[in-house]
């Protein structure tokens, strides 16, 4: 069974950015995965990554993660009212999802659509 | 986030040290061909190679630096110190390894290092002046690692040149690359073969200018 845990902006608008990875990884390692609302930062992608490489062993072997958004945008009035409103409203344009690797073997990403590629929990071994 | 202290710093440390002492790092993700690519600029200007290389991934493990490196080119000189940088990866799974014919204690020693080798390259981060993000022409570009690193580079106002490695193969998709990074400038070669390097001598100039 997979778990899919959605989290919105407003759960960690006001969390820093420790708390924040912290929480993520919270649910990752519970074998859930995370559709978290809007994008982190890329500082928050690389501390999630240093986070997720002290916390590898035999059980947790580390996170796939995924962020889609849409700013490839050719029309500058539009990306002005999409500053004005991340500006106002916090940075909730997009999504990501971060899966343990035991679970999510690949997130395949294109601009448009991302796929994931499940497998069975991974095979125990000595 | 970059401080009003670091900028600072960055601007002086740009200003006055006359670009003598650049250190220049290479960073991607694991088997991108990033010691390929040290190995094939020292052996072209310095005549020995820096880096072992390996078709296991995470080969590179530790920080490797060889200093004042000197390359020449219509008259100009450019010296740099050149960081070798491990792997970033997202997952390590020791069992990865055992299918390279690792023992269960070597593949798990490995997987170790391995993850204190993501880490210590994430750090160096602090450490660079101008990145060659090597990117493996024939995977997807749009992998989150590369956008993580091309994001902390961007964040930090560190010059950036995208080395789309492994253009011999059949599979490499140069195009695919420059499309997923429109706005850096995206050289394509092969260091195992030394194929346009001469370009990528070129494209490197112009960054770092």
Same mark, same amino acid.
């Given at each position: 069974?997979?778990?899919?845990?959605?989290?919105?902006?407003?759960?960690?608008?006001?969390?820093?950015?420790?708390?924040?990875?912290?929480?993520?990884?919270?649910?990752?390692?519970?074998?859930?995965?995370?559709?978290?609302?809007?994008?982190?930062?890329?500082?928050?992608?690389?501390?999630?990554?240093? =986070?997720?490489?002290?916390?590898?062993?035999?059980?947790?072997?580390?996170?796939?993660?995924?962020?889609?958004?849409?700013?490839?945008?050719?029309?500058?009035?539009?990306?002005?009212?999409?500053?004005?409103?991340?500006?106002?409203?916090?940075? =909730?344009?997009?999504?990501?999802?971060?899966?343990?690797?035991?679970?999510?073997?690949?997130?395949?990403?294109?601009?448009?659509?991302?796929?994931?590629?499940?497998?069975?929990?991974?095979?125990?071994?000595? | 986030?970059?401080?009003?202290?670091?900028?600072?710093? &960055?601007?002086?440390?740009? #200003?006055?040290?006359?670009?003598?002492?650049?250190?220049?790092?290479?960073?991607?993700?694991?088997?991108?061909?990033?010691?390929?690519?040290?190995? &094939?600029?020292?052996?072209?200007?310095?005549?020995?190679?820096?880096?072992?290389?390996?078709?296991?991934?995470?080969?590179?493990?530790?920080?490797?630096?060889?200093?004042?490196?000197?390359?020449?080119?219509?008259?100009?000189?450019?010296?740099?110190?050149?960081?070798?940088?491990?792997?970033?990866?997202?997952?390590?799974?020791?069992?990865?390894?055992?299918?390279?014919?690792?023992?269960?204690?070597?593949?798990?020693?490995?997987?170790?290092?391995?993850?204190?080798?993501?880490?210590?390259?994430?750090?160096?981060?602090?450490?660079?002046?101008?990145?060659?993000?090597?990117?493996?022409?024939?995977?997807?570009?749009?992998?989150?690692?590369?956008?993580?690193?091309?994001?902390?580079?961007?964040?930090?106002?560190?010059?950036?040149?995208? #080395?789309?490695?492994?253009?011999?193969? &059949?599979?490499?998709?140069?195009?695919?690359?420059?499309?997923?990074?429109?706005?850096?400038?995206?050289?394509? #070669?092969?260091?195992?073969?030394?194929?346009?390097?001469?370009?990528?001598?070129?494209?490197?100039?112009?960054? #770092? &200018?």
């Amino acid at each position: 069974m997979l778990t899919l845990q959605f989290i919105p902006y407003h759960d960690l608008e006001d969390l820093n950015s420790n708390q924040k990875v912290s929480k993520l990884l919270k649910s990752v390692r519970e074998n859930k995965i995370v559709l978290v609302e809007g994008k982190l930062d890329a500082g928050e992608e690389a501390l999630l990554i240093q =986070r997720t490489m002290e916390e590898i062993n035999r059980s947790f072997k580390g996170v796939e993660i995924c962020s889609l958004d849409y700013y490839h945008q050719e029309d500058w009035v539009k990306n002005v009212r999409r500053g004005l409103a991340k500006m106002l409203l916090g940075n =909730r344009a997009g999504f990501t999802v971060i899966g343990p690797a035991s679970l999510v073997r690949e997130i395949r990403k294109d601009p448009n659509k991302i796929e994931l590629l499940t497998g069975n929990m991974k095979r125990k071994r000595k | 986030m970059v401080s009003f202290f670091d900028f600072i710093n &960055r601007l002086f440390f740009n #200003v006055f040290k006359g670009r003598k002492h650049i250190r220049l790092g290479i960073y991607g993700p694991v088997n991108a061909g990033k010691s390929s690519i040290a190995n &094939r600029i020292c052996l072209d200007w310095i005549g020995e190679e820096m880096s072992e290389v390996s078709r296991i991934p995470h080969e590179t493990r530790e920080i490797k630096v060889k200093e004042q490196v000197e390359i020449e080119k219509s008259g100009k000189k450019l010296s740099f110190h050149l960081v070798d940088t491990p792997g970033i990866a997202t997952k390590v799974d020791y069992e990865d390894f055992l299918r390279f014919g690792l023992s269960n204690k070597e593949a798990k020693k490995r997987a170790k290092e391995a993850t204190k080798g993501v880490i210590e390259a994430i750090k160096w981060l602090e450490n660079v002046d101008c990145v060659l993000v090597v990117l493996d022409a024939t995977k997807n570009p749009y992998d989150q690692v590369n956008i993580t690193i091309i994001g902390n580079l961007a964040a930090r106002n560190i010059p950036v040149l995208i #080395v789309a490695n492994k253009t011999d193969l &059949r599979q490499a998709n140069i195009k695919r690359v420059k499309a997923a990074f429109p706005q850096y400038n995206v050289v394509g #070669v092969s260091a195992l073969k030394g194929h346009n390097m001469e370009d990528f001598y070129h494209e490197l100039f112009e960054v #770092v &200018r």
